[in-house]
């Protein structure tokens, strides 16, 4: 009796240890936090390989007018020369361009989705030649000088170039304020230091129109 006993118990335990050991491990299949400690998010896309020459900065602008309560600081451009920014707590002001709507291109050096934009950028250049001044933000780690210069040449960009280090400021706040998760492309519309228009994604030549006309 005992000895039965005895082997029933131990037949039970090897049925527990064998199951035990052989229980299939699933591994966690919910997705990784993908952020990181930098403070900007990329979208990787391709870009084709081009060959450029530099194109000169545009240089028709007027001289700055300051306002008080602002903190001003230079940014360079890609192309040589610098912008004036002003920073303040309502967001940012370009006094070289008082009175001028400012059109703030936010663009990676390698997403396609930008390049395709770019031309819609021009067209909006050539049309509010008048009311608009364009600046593009390269919001990716920065360019390397040859970089920029393919990018200039191939997508025409004639208007200053800011690039990420430059520029964290304003992508710090556009985070901030604006839970921009670098989504690219994305324009935003200033006027005399107030954002007025805001598009996330692409965005036709229309749908920029008439936000360039819906300011006053």
Not at 101 to 117: A, D, Q, R, T
């Amino acid at each position: 009796m005992n000895k039965s006993l005895i082997l029933s118990s131990l037949l039970i335990l090897s049925v527990i240890f064998y199951s035990g050991c052989m229980k299939k491990e699933f591994p966690n299949t919910y997705p990784e936090n993908s952020s990181s400690n930098n403070q900007f998010e990329e979208i990787v896309t391709r870009t084709d390989t081009i060959e450029t020459t530099p194109t000169p900065i545009p240089t028709e602008v007027s001289s700055p007018q300051y306002i008080p309560q602002i903190k001003y600081r230079q940014m360079k451009t890609v192309q040589g020369g610098s912008i004036t920014l002003g920073e303040h707590s309502r967001g940012f002001e370009f006094p070289e361009y008082k009175g001028k709507i400012v059109l703030l291109e936010f663009f990676g050096k390698e997403c396609h989705y930008c390049f395709e934009e770019m031309p819609i950028i021009t067209r909006i250049q050539n049309t509010y030649r008048d009311r608009v001044s364009i600046i593009a933000i390269q919001s990716s780690p920065p360019m390397r000088q040859e970089e920029a210069q393919r990018l200039i040449q191939e997508h025409n960009m004639h208007y200053p170039i800011i690039d990420q280090d430059e520029a964290k400021s304003i992508l710090i706040y556009l985070r901030d304020v604006y839970e921009w998760r670098g989504v690219l492309p994305y324009i935003m519309l200033v006027k005399d230091g107030q954002i007025e228009q805001v598009f996330k994604g692409t965005s036709s030549f229309e749908e920029i129109s008439q936000g360039i006309q819906n300011i006053k």
